[in-house]
């Protein structure tokens, strides 16, 4: 069954997702936060008919719910370094757009202490490529909302496409331009839908758990989906790190993995040493009591950038521990 199993993945590798032959968004676009806000703030205008559509699907998904939003909202760019401000008479939005740079030092916080001296409702949403949270030090005690472009943006640009393919209302260019920025989303974000389609045909019909369980951690591994989305390797990973600090690492006892109900994660602490670690459905970190140190973290939402990740997954203790010795600051 390995050996089936590892030859078909061996195959699928060398799959491409069939390119478009000219995309004038490609080239370094990738990068540019400042034009992907451009881009979203020009989307989210009503008269297009997206802003609906993102509406519906970030209340279906449990995300947040903005149908309070006025239709006639004022979408901003750039208000006080907001990326993207959306506002009516008593509700604000606020979207911080992150693509590779890192937070700010008190930057979510300071954005919504700001714009909390001019509206009663306020709504912070932090957009990332794969979705992982903004630091301790920029949110504080914020109520911060996640999306992410490998996700959220992707399936709301797709809904509105399978919505209004057909119209003939709907202007071809907006169509066009849609289509585009999707093929480079996914190139951004590693997410090859050709691939997928093709593990869910060979694999769709199997109802052995051990393949199930190979075409998830396929699919993280290859497309960048987020392996702590795959409760088993989270599992296995809170086991593996819980173990070592344990063994080789903490002065006395350290606790059990507990939920962390503010941060939305699961925690555990080194008490002694000052330090817990977290994980989150997005990342894996520290954070140390000892003054100067911040706190240490892993992403994990590419497996193949991710040396410290990949030694979790293939156990490797003295990878991890060579993590675990920056944490502890040795």
């Known amino acids: 069954m390995n ?25 370094s676009f990738g990068r540019l936060e400042n034009t992907h806000s451009d881009i979203l703030a020009k989307l989210f205008e009503p008269k297009w008919g997206l802003w609906d559509v993102l509406v519906r699907l970030l209340k279906e998904e449990n995300i947040v719910d903005l149908a309070h ?31 590779y740079a890192p937070d700010q030092a008190k930057q979510l916080i300071t954005y919504f202490e700001k714009t909390s001296k001019q509206f009663d409702h306020i709504i912070v949403i932090y957009l990332t490529l794969y979705g992982h949270s903004p630091s301790e030090d920029s949110k504080r005690d914020l109520d911060v909302r996640l999306i992410s472009y490998q996700y959220h943006i992707v399936n709301w640009l797709e809904k509105w496409q399978r919505e209004n393919q057909n119209d003939s209302n709907i202007d071809d260019n907006l169509k066009i ?22 593990l869910e045909n060979v694999f769709g019909k199997n109802n ?33 790190i819980r173990d070592i600090v344990s ?10 993995w507990y939920p962390n109900q503010q941060n939305t994660c699961w925690q555990f602490d080194d008490e002694e040493n000052g330090i817990s670690f977290y ?29 410290y990740l990949e030694d979790l997954l293939t156990e490797n203790r003295e990878g991890v521990k060579q993590w675990l010795k920056s944490v502890y600051g040795y």
């Open 3 to 27: 050996e089936i199993l590892e030859k078909l993945f061996i195959d699928i590798q060398h799959i491409e997702q069939p390119e478009i032959n000219f995309n004038p968004l490609n080239s």
């Open 69 to 99: 939003i006025s239709k006639n909202a004022k979408i901003i760019r750039e208000k006080d370094r907001i990326d993207i401000l959306i506002k009516d008479d008593k509700s604000a939005v606020i979207i911080e757009n992150k693509i």
């Open 177 to 198: 331009f849609v289509k585009l920025y999707i093929e480079q989303i996914r190139r951004i974000t590693n997410k090859n839908k050709c691939k997928m389609e093709i």
């Open 208 to 240: 052995n758990s051990y393949a199930k369980e190979a075409i998830m951690l396929y699919k993280a591994m290859s497309s960048g989906i987020n392996l702590l989305q795959i409760e088993s390797i989270k599992s296995k990973i809170k086991e593996i």
């Open 247 to 256: 063994n080789d690492y903490a002065d006395g006892e350290v606790t059990e």
């Open 279 to 307: 994980i989150s459905g997005a990342e894996i970190y520290a954070q140390c009591d000892n003054e100067g140190i911040k706190g240490y973290t892993i992403f994990c939402n590419n497996f193949k950038d991710n040396q």
